[in-house]
T-cell receptor, first 113, second 113 residues
Framework: EAQVTQNPRYLITVTGKKLTVTCSQN?????MSWYRQDPGLGLRQIYY???????DKGDVPEGYKVSRKEKRNFPLILESPSPNQTSLYFC????????????FGQGTRLTVV | DAKTTQPTSMDCAEGRAANLPCNHS???????VYWYRQIHSQGPQYIIH???NNETNEMASLIITEDRKSSTLILPHATLRDTAVYYC??????????????FGQGTILTVHP
C-alpha cells in the first residue's frame, strides 16, 4: 500500500530538548516536504526536498532542519524546540512530474512546554 | 502560485450532491487546479485535479470554466463521512513550484442526515 509514515504521532517535550520527527515514503517519490498546521494560519510549508541531498527552505523554516540522505526518508529536526513550535506537522511526498498527486502522512502533534 | 477564494462553510443533505465553488481568477496557463480535503486533523487527502478539461474519478467531478478563472468540485452523493474541510489549490507546473501546495482556509462542508 502506498503510504507516507510519520513517527511519532504524538509528542510532548520540553523547551530546548532536541527532537526528530521521522517521515518515510514507499512510493519512490523524488519530492518530499514538511508542513505545519496552526489554527487560523492553515498549512504552511517548512522545508522541501526535490531529491536526495537537495533541500531548500519553504515559507516558515526558522527553528527547523531537515536532511535527505536517502530517497525514502526526510526527517524533520528541531535542534532546540520552543513553545511556538507547538503545532500539527505533516510530511508529504509526490513524484517529480507536475500532473501528479501528493500523499500526506497521518500527522504528528507536537507540544513543547 | 495563484490565490484561490472559497466560501468559508457550506451545508449539504446526505444523499444530495455537494457543489463546492472556487475562484482562481489569476491562474496562469500551466497551473493546475487541485482539490484536497482534511477530515478532523488527519493528513490532507487528494481528491481530484485538472488543467482545463472537466475531470471525473471515483470520488468526485471537477468542472473548470472555459476561462479557467473558477471551478466547482462536485461530490455526487454526499455522505456523513464527506464532512471535512475542502481545499482548492492552484499548483504550478514548473521549477520547484510543482511540489508546493499553498493551502488557503478552505471550505468547511457539513453533511447533515
Amino acid at each position: 500500500e502506498a503510504q507516507v509514515t510519520q513517527n511519532p504521532r504524538y509528542l510532548i517535550t520540553v523547551t530546548g530538548k532536541k527532537l526528530t520527527v521521522t517521515c518515510s515514503q514507499n512510493m519512490n517519490h523524488e519530492y518530499m516536504s514538511w508542513y505545519r498546521q496552526d489554527p487560523g494560519l492553515g498549512l504552511r510549508q517548512i522545508y522541501y526536498s526535490m531529491n536526495v541531498e537537495v533541500t531548500d527552505k519553504g515559507d516558515v523554516p526558522e527553528g527547523y532542519k531537515v536532511s535527505r540522505k536517502e530517497k525514502r526518508n526526510f526527517p524533520l529536526i528541531l535542534e532546540s524546540p520552543s513553545p511556538n513550535q507547538t503545532s500539527l506537522y505533516f510530511c508529504a511526498s509526490s513524484p517529480s512530474r507536475p500532473n501528479t498527486e501528493a500523499f500526506f502522512g497521518q500527522g504528528t502533534r507536537l507540544t513543547v512546554v | 502560485d495563484a490565490k484561490t477564494t472559497q466560501p468559508t462553510s457550506m451545508d449539504c443533505a446526505e444523499g444530495r450532491a455537494a457543489n463546492l465553488p472556487c475562484n482562481h481568477s489569476t491562474i496562469s496557463g500551466n497551473e493546475y487546479v487541485y482539490w484536497y480535503r482534511q477530515i478532523h486533523s488527519q493528513g490532507p487527502q487528494y481528491i481530484i485535479h485538472g488543467l482545463k478539461n472537466n475531470e471525473t474519478n471515483e470520488m468526485a467531478s471537477l468542472i473548470i470554466t472555459e476561462d479557467r478563472k473558477s471551478s466547482t468540485l462536485i461530490l455526487p452523493h454526499a455522505t456523513l463521512r464527506d464532512t471535512a474541510v475542502y481545499y482548492c489549490i492552484v499548483r504550478g507546473a514548473g521549477g520547484t513550484s510543482y511540489g508546493k501546495l499553498t493551502f488557503g482556509q478552505g471550505t468547511i462542508l457539513t453533511v447533515h442526515p
